[in-house]
């Protein structure tokens, strides 16, 4: 689960119990996404875990159990959910203010924190009954899981941490829960899926040869359900990250990234970048673009996209999160016409690294979403012209020489 571009990107899990009931606690669980460029996206998350008595839930603010379970051994009061492995969702905007708790109601679509730290946040109210009364009775649940689209979490056990701190508007006086415990979970791309989701082509404005996403690229077992147009579709479907119905392509990614080196000019160098989206009914919203790249160092101007460094390490600068500008391009449309994003940057170049030669000009990593791309192999690039012959005298030039040879010596 480690990310080399993101080494401490986490999304943590926090049980705050606020108060103590006649036979459980009212607690706060807080879901802060701590990745940089990794979102959760709609349908949102689902949290799940078991607990480790028979506690029920009587009643929740901000998020529901979807299934009640059988609360039949109850008379009067029913609880929320009876199960003993219950599956929590956030609820839908729009909800009664009264069901509604802060930093809830989105539907479950939770942002990363280099886009915006604000909404990397989601939070609901739970009340639990039938479980202890005190930090000595009380048990922490188990077996915690956090499902997201595309799967690829895994979460770590409840662990007891010192209690939350909050502090008052005014700034005068400090409150703290009565028992905190906290949850890590850690996104892996090889339990997420087989295969990668995205790939990477290249073109250049030295060479006319457009180097192609590799062939097969996220796998080959959607080949048999592409369709050449939307209007092939002819069934109602309801395809999912894991089973897309996606435009027939060679590489059969549902994302492609295009980097094109655009112009070099004398102290500056141009790159346009393109992402399409192949994929039918599936829009990707707050996108995230993270390339990697040694002049990332030193960008100019970004057009178009929103641009943020990315510094894990002090000694290292060469990595770059990009994403759309709000209700302008933060959206990617299914596949179709309109199912693109585009946007150009301009580097000044280092007088000691920059090259155009061996593939200098073109990113060393991309990811979309998180996911990292399948790069081209690197003998593919496009390559600069040969500026001399491969033989030291072409053969026109030996002709002449002999031709000369003939007329002194004749």
């Not at 600068?317 to 959206?331: A, C, H, Q, T, V």
Request: glycine share 6%; charged share 15%; with cysteine.
């Amino acid at each position: 689960a480690y990310d080399p571009l993101d080494p401490t990107g986490n999304i943590t899990m926090k049980w705050d119990i606020m108060s103590w009931t006649a036979d459980g606690y009212v607690a706060v669980v807080t879901l802060t996404n701590f990745q940089m460029y990794r979102h959760i996206m709609t349908p949102g998350w689902k949290l799940g875990w078991v607990w480790a008595k028979k506690e029920v839930i009587w009643s929740m603010v901000g998020a529901q159990a979807t299934e009640q379970g059988d609360c039949s051994k109850f008379k009067g009061n029913i609880p929320h959910c009876c199960k003993k492995n219950p599956t929590v969702v956030d609820l839908l905007p729009g909800v009664p203010y009264n069901q509604q708790f802060a930093n809830c109601c989105k539907g479950g679509v939770v942002g990363s924190w280099g886009q915006d730290p604000s909404a990397a946040v989601s939070s609901f109210q739970i009340s639990v009954g039938l479980s202890g009364t005190s930090n000595k009775t009380v048990k922490l649940p188990k077996n915690i899981t956090l499902t997201a689209p595309g799967g690829g979490y895994s979460c770590s056990q409840a662990k007891i941490v010192p209690s939350s701190i909050f502090i008052s508007p005014d700034g005068r006086r400090k409150t703290q829960t009565l028992m905190t415990w906290n949850i890590t979970c850690t996104y892996s791309q090889l339990v997420a899926s087989q295969h990668p989701r995205c790939c990477v082509s290249m073109s250049s404005f030295y060479n006319s040869t457009i180097t192609p996403c590799p062939t097969c690229a996220c796998g080959c077992q959607n080949k048999n359900k592409c369709v050449q147009s939307a209007s092939k579709i002819q069934s109602v479907v309801t395809p999912t990250i894991d089973n897309p119905i996606l435009h027939c392509t060679e590489h059969m990614c549902p994302i492609r990234v295009h980097w094109h080196v655009k112009t070099n000019y004398k102290e500056y160098w141009r790159v346009k970048m393109s992402i399409t989206n192949f994929n039918y009914f599936v829009n990707y919203t707050q996108w995230t673009l993270v390339a990697q790249h040694p002049n990332l160092n030193n960008i100019t101007q970004v057009f178009s996209f929103v641009y943020k460094p990315l510094v894990p390490y002090q000694s290292m600068n060469d990595s770059g999160m990009f994403f759309g500008i709000k209700f302008f391009n933060d959206l990617i449309t299914e596949a179709g016409p309109d199912g693109n994003v585009q946007s150009e940057m301009i580097l000044q170049k280092d007088a000691y690294t920059f090259t155009l030669k061996e593939g200098w000009a073109f990113p060393r990593k991309i990811y979309f979403n998180g996911e990292e791309c399948m790069m081209p192999s690197p003998d593919q690039y496009p390559h600069l012209p040969n500026s001399a012959p491969a033989n030291l005298f072409p053969v026109s030039s030996l002709a002449a020489l002999l031709a000369i040879c003939l007329l002194v010596f004749w």
